[in-house]
């Protein structure tokens, strides 16, 4: 059983075939004559878990709203009796998710869709709703949701193309004018960066930081690599920052990769690196379904005894393991059955693993993952330079060597590490000693830093 083994252990056996790279990038130093015999685990040593909400924004059901607008394009796949189900989601829901996610540790993305299926817009007003109401739900969000969760828009509306000229939807109600069909699927660069950064701006303008985006339905499935570049590009133009991620895809097939992606990269070499990272999610919807009329089954994520799933199945493979939702699935019309089955499935998850994953956010995930791509390292007289365009948290490697004294010197700074004995767990600033082997955690800062013995 998994309990009896040592943590480490258990990463060790489960992530060296997904996780082992080569010891250097291309990209920066040369290791000279020898291997440097260095291999970059997941953070802290752990398996990352997280959790992706679609679907959500301030107040609106999107499935109330949308199923209407997907019906009057494909009338015969779209017969839910959208009348019976909630025009609303309470924020008294959105705060008792939130506060149990809190308890659990539990960290993801949550959207905001910010003009849900037209209705109204996040930073302005939503009929139906006061201004008092749109306000109280923004600054639950802002204040409460954001601590562990990151922000994305899922485009612009989820439903009907918006020109952005006009700020009105298209009048055309065909999948050549829908986000979720054809209307991306060809659309350069430069396009679909003003459209996603259209987005972004509508949730800046209503407070909020998004250094990512999910795309709806199939938005950009045939159409990736510009999808990747615009992200990075509306990312970069509404919130500056060097790393963008999306959402895109799930793969449910066992044995298939899930880990994150790389799929854009600019001027590594220089002294403004970017990229843009593709998060892949590895569950379907097994909670409520996208509408809260599919019940779910938590079985499928990891079964009672604790032995198979799909969670179990990623998280042995030492890859991401993130699981998809959609938030009208989760509050199931006021039932909270996708939540009881999300209670269950993260219990079951605490009860298996314990301190063997680390729940992360997807920005998080993917801050480490292009880290990890292109940093380099090098011997140097005194020890291991490290060359990292991409800087990160908890960054852990190991090192075939047995290191006496630790220190990581960076920016000027020389961070001795601590000693720990085997059966401690890894934590930031520490090192321990393992069948000839150094494992050490620090964060790693961009440019140039050098790995002591000392």
């Known amino acids: 059983m998994l309990q009896a083994m040592n943590r480490r252990q258990f990463i060790r056996n489960t992530s060296l075939t997904a996780l082992s790279i080569k010891p250097i990038a291309q990209s920066f130093g040369s290791l000279g004559s020898k291997s440097l015999g260095v291999e970059i685990l997941n953070p802290l040593d752990r398996v990352p878990v997280s959790f ?7 107040l609106v059901n999107m499935a109330h709203y949308g199923i209407p607008q997907f019906a009057e394009v494909f009338p015969e796949n779209y017969k839910q009796d959208w009348r019976k189900l909630p025009r609303e989601i309470p924020d008294s829901f ?7 996610c809190d308890l659990h540790g539990v960290k993801g993305k949550y959207s905001m869709v910010p003009y849900p299926a037209c209705t109204g817009w996040l930073h302005r007003i ?3 709703w006061s201004a008092q109401d749109l306000k109280n739900s923004l600054d639950l969000v802002r204040n409460e949701v954001t601590k562990n969760w990151d922000i994305h828009p899922e485009m612009i509306s989820h439903t009907r193309v918006i020109d952005v000229k006009t700020g009105l939807p298209y009048p055309h109600a065909t999948p050549d004018y829908m986000e979720n ?3 991306s699927q060809e659309k350069g660069r430069d396009e679909l960066a003003s459209y996603i950064s259209y987005a972004l701006n ?8 998004c250094d990512g985006v999910t795309t709806p339905g199939g938005f950009c499935h045939r159409n990736i690599p510009n999808l990747a570049a615009a992200t990075l590009d509306g990312v970069k133009e ?5 790393i963008s991620h999306f959402f895109r895809d799930v793969i449910t097939d066992k044995g298939k990769s899930v880990a994150p992606v790389i799929v854009h990269q600019e001027n590594i070499e220089s002294s ?4 843009s990272v593709h998060i892949i999610g590895c569950t379907d919807d097994w909670f409520g379904g996208w509408d809260g009329l599919v019940p779910g089954n938590s079985e499928k994520f990891i079964t009672a005894d604790l032995e198979m799933g799909r969670m179990v199945d990623v998280i042995e493979s030492g890859e991401p393991a993130i699981m998809v939702c959609h938030w009208p699935g989760i509050y199931y019309n006021g039932e909270k059955l996708g939540f009881n089955i999300f209670k269950t499935v993260v219990n079951r998850l605490e009860q298996k693993y314990g301190s063997q994953i680390h729940w992360m956010k997807l920005s998080e995930i993917a801050q480490y993952w292009a880290a990890k791509e292109f940093v380099s390292f090098e011997d140097t007289k005194d020890g291991i330079a490290i060359n990292a365009p991409f800087g990160t948290k ?15 010197k960076q920016n000027g700074e020389l961070i001795k590490l601590a000693r720990l004995s085997i059966d401690k767990s890894i934590t930031r600033n520490s090192f321990v000693h393992e069948k000839g082997k150094t494992i050490l955690c620090f964060d790693l800062a961009p440019g140039r830093s050098e790995i002591l013995n000392a």
């Open 202 to 209: 509508v949730l800046k303008e209503a407070g909020f930081y």
């Open 238 to 242: 509404n919130f500056g920052a060097n």
């Open 52 to 58: 992706i909400i679609d679907d959500s924004t301030a």
């Open 272 to 275: 403004d690196p970017s990229c």
């Open 181 to 183: 069909w054809e209307w």
């Open 126 to 128: 939503i009929p139906g």
């Open 94 to 100: 959105v705060m008792e998710f939130m506060e149990w």
């Open 394 to 408: 908890d960054f852990t490697i190991t090192l075939d060597k047995n290191l006496k004294n630790v220190s990581v």
